[in-house]
């Protein structure tokens, strides 16, 4: 029987650590606060921003929230990232995506300091990420690495291949398989024999946003499959990248959806803003 990587329990380990860090730290005069900026009012979006002040509420962290309206032109968000950048009281930004089409999502992202850039996505944080300085992480890509460490699965030496090469999740993921000493493939829309390069992944990580794209003849044998993806299929049911029930019998381990690594990305921001405390302790 695979294992069944259970990132709803491992989330909320993640989260009742990091609670008890912040009581600690706020014992010690610590405080952080978390702008969490919404333009336009997308419903998964609002779900997404609800989930994350929730997180903040339940670990201890404030939380403020600015709701802009759709017709927000980019200047005044630019404005408002700047003036967060300036409030000393804020700790982390976080500018919800997608933004509405006429707003620049690269400009607004350079536009947060990397030091409040608890999203791990601007070019300096990506940076860092590359060339090993400390810096904050893309989060679910992070959120990975720890379902994976936590669920004794070793990447040192392994064979991985990251199927997506996307800014959020499939670069950052790759870098970071990299750093624990991976032996990193990363493969795309354009990849040839994809099949051929997926069959070789001790680790295979899929984040292509197709609807159960990934059959068995995609894996190899007692492999461990990490999926990323999240949809609703034509019966409304949530499902991943990966056709679970195909490739669930030949794995050692694999991720469900829902209940995988979705609810990790909240806890790695968190994370990511209880990192900015632990900082503020290093300063003092
Ligand atoms: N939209 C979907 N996922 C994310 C995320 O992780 N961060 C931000 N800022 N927007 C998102």
């Excluded at 969490?36 to 419903?43: E, M």
């Excluded at 404005?79 to 500018?95: H, M, Q, R, W």
């Amino acid at each position: 029987m695979p294992q069944i990587i259970d990132g709803k329990k491992i989330s909320q380990q993640i989260k009742d650590e990091l609670k008890a860090e912040v009581q600690e730290l706020a014992s010690k005069g610590r405080h952080a606060c978390l702008a969490v900026v919404q333009v336009g009012n997308d419903p998964a979006s609002s779900v997404y921003v609800n989930n994350k002040k929730k997180a903040c509420a339940y670990i201890g962290i404030e939380s403020r929230s600015y709701e802009l309206p759709e017709e927000t032109s980019e200047n005044e968000l630019v404005s408002l990232v700047e003036e967060l950048n300036n409030d000393a009281e804020v700790n982390g930004i976080l500018v919800q995506l997608p933004l509405p089409g006429h707003i620049d999502e690269d400009r607004i992202i350079r536009t947060i300091s990397p030091d409040k850039d608890v999203d791990g996505f601007h070019p300096v944080s990506v940076g860092r990420l590359w060339i090993g300085e400390k810096g904050f992480l893309s989060c679910t890509p992070a959120g990975i690495i720890q379902l994976l460490k936590r669920s004794g699965i070793g990447i040192e030496g392994k064979r991985c291949v990251v199927v997506g090469r996307s800014n959020i999740v499939g670069k950052p993921m790759a870098a970071l398989l990299l750093r624990e000493n991976g032996t990193v493939t990363v493969a795309h829309s354009r990849t040839k024999d994809l099949k051929e390069v997926t069959r070789q992944a001790d680790i295979l990580i899929v984040a292509i946003g197709k609807e159960r794209f990934i059959t068995h003849e995609y894996v190899k044998d007692g492999a461990v499959v990490i999926d990323v993806g999240m949809h609703r299929d034509a019966q409304n049911h949530l499902c991943g990248d990966v056709d679970f029930a195909d490739v669930e019998p030949f794995v050692s381990a694999i991720t469900p959806v829902p209940g995988g690594v979705g609810p990790m990305t909240i806890a790695m921001l968190m994370n990511n803003c209880v990192e900015t405390m632990r900082t503020q302790e290093e300063r003092s």
